[in-house]
């Protein structure tokens, strides 16, 4: 059973955003406006975040951060939910059930990473961009909490295309849309199971950590510090 | 057995049909809030109405437009109605555990103030569930909690708990009232309909005492620990997660004692209330407010040693996530907040309470509106800044201030409470009257006799003629 994980390599970000934006146009994450985005109900399931994790004192490094869902192995948020709306699959991907959630935001507080997000109002795209939704990922309607899938509708698609042809899925056909579209080449994407992935030898780096890992979350999103 | 019963000048009391329940002759005052009807009642029912209005009509729009009516926002995901709900419940500690402890320990001077509490409970708890559900994004599918429930969800607790709690208070609010409904069913002619319906052919036959005082005393005794339970998952909601400052094993006492601190400073301010509208003086003494004043400031000292193990250990520990959030309060954004509460929920209770010159029942109303606007204060200081101060992101959070839906909400809340509350007692006494009954027949004789039982035994002499001290 595949493990499906992210390496993020802060040596080759530069902070552009494209994976905030590629997310944005794959996920049909609606946009907010000003006003909205200033009260905190602005969609980012990709965010960059400031990280000051690194520096001595004088000179402390101030930088960007993406920060998709980290699909925790020890997910904190799914242990609250009443419902069972948010869970933890068998190959690692934290999912939501948008038409199960009652809406109780305890997974929101919950989360330590606060990287799910809750829709306030029914989401309204302007005229151009309503035409271009994606239609292999569900609108959320309004009062359901909603978060990275790690673009599950992607593993989805490539599972059918490999049944279809009869053959097993290979390696590097299921990637996530921030992925993809990071010029940097700086987002690694698989099978954290195989040893012999990239994603799995990058992940066992020296330079590897993980986003407060002290809570012992064991996110599946892991970092490369700067500096080789 | 049966006393002849005149027939009250007044309207309402025709003559007792044939039975062994007493009738409220000597308690008649306490018939009078059921059997007569001014224009206070009906202004004051007007005014409470037209508040709740405001709140469904807030509530509507939100469920029209969704949650974004709100102040909420990421990351602070709850506010107002997450504080109400903690408060609510807090206060519906003052009724059925001072009621059941009182009982318990045979304390004579609850009989005319356990009723007034009882239903203090039932009612307010009614709306602690509600802030629940209003605070819900999808309130159409609350019901997904018993089709698709996860028992490791400390909501599910609470739902399990409250439900518990809710049916138990109203089981230990209505045993009790029993007795007193059959007064109404026989002496009064308005509502029989409801009174016979609810009296459950109650004659008041010595079996059926027994059978009463019985369960009564069961549910006295269940009821505390539910009563702990309820209020000890409702802090596991917070302090089962990692966030700072909620994941704390103090929460669970920090609340009960809380509850309980709010729970009798609201049963003060409601029976004030019911003294001064009813003018049942006679019922309501000095006596009552003077013990309820001492059991509060004992909670305002419990009070004060939580809080300052909880911020001390906080301050000591010196954790980074968690100082952020304990400087929000202490100096921060949410200073005034806690500056407020210590005053509120300390100094100025105190300093009314300590002085037997101030602790009159004004002196004790004062001290518990403060105890209780501390105590709201409290709750949203535990719930708010630490959502707006989350590890991550390290960005300069978002602000909470709630719109007028919240606030609207909030005072219909307390509006439809004080609303049920009028109801209830325009349609039961408020004062238990066969508990006062009983008191007056059969009290003094057996309080006389228990005393005797802490004395021991005089020393008596067996030779009468020999001096105490002299050996024989």
Redesign the interface.
Known sequence: MAKWGMVIDLDRCTACQGCVTACQAENNLPPTGAVEADRGRNYTWMEMIPFSGEGEHPKPIERLLPRPCLHCDNPPCVKVCPVGATFKNEEGIVGQIFSRCIGCRYCTTACPYTARYFNWSTPKWPAPMSDHLNPDVSIRPKGVVEKCTLCHHRLQNARDQARAENRPLRSGEYVTACAEACPAGAMVFGDMSNPESEVSKLAHSRRAFKLLEDLGTDPKVIYLREGD | MMQHVHTDPRRGLPTAPSSNIRPPIEDIKLLEPILYTGPKFYITVVCLLAVIALGVFAYMTQYR????VT????????GFYITNFVFFIGISHAGTLISAILRIVGAEWRRTITRSAEVITVMVILFGVGN?LI?????D??L??V????L?????WD?CSITVYLTMSTTYLYLPLIPDIAILRDYTTKHRWLYRMLALGWTGTPRQHRVLELLISVMAIVVIPVAVSVHTVVSF?FA????PMWHSAIFGPYFVVGAIFSGIAALIVAMALIRWVYDLGDYLKDLHFNNLSLMLLVMCFAWFYFTGSEFLTTFYGNEPAHMGIFWMKISGPYAPHFWVMVATCFVIPVAILCNKRTRTILGAVIASICVNIGMYLERFIIVVPS?SQ??????ES?PYSPTWVEWSILAACFAAFTLLYVLFTKLFPIVSIWEVQEGRENSIAEVTARLKTYLPEPYVPEDKEQPIGATP
Request: hydrophobic share 45%.
């Open positions: 437009e969704g949650l974004g102040g909420l926002g990421r990351p602070v995901y709850w629940i605070d819900l994004g999808r309130p599918r609350m997904n909690v089709l698709f429930g996860k490791r969800s400390p909501l599910l739902v909601v089962m997660t990692i966030q959502l989350p590890r991550l992101p390290h960005a978002i």
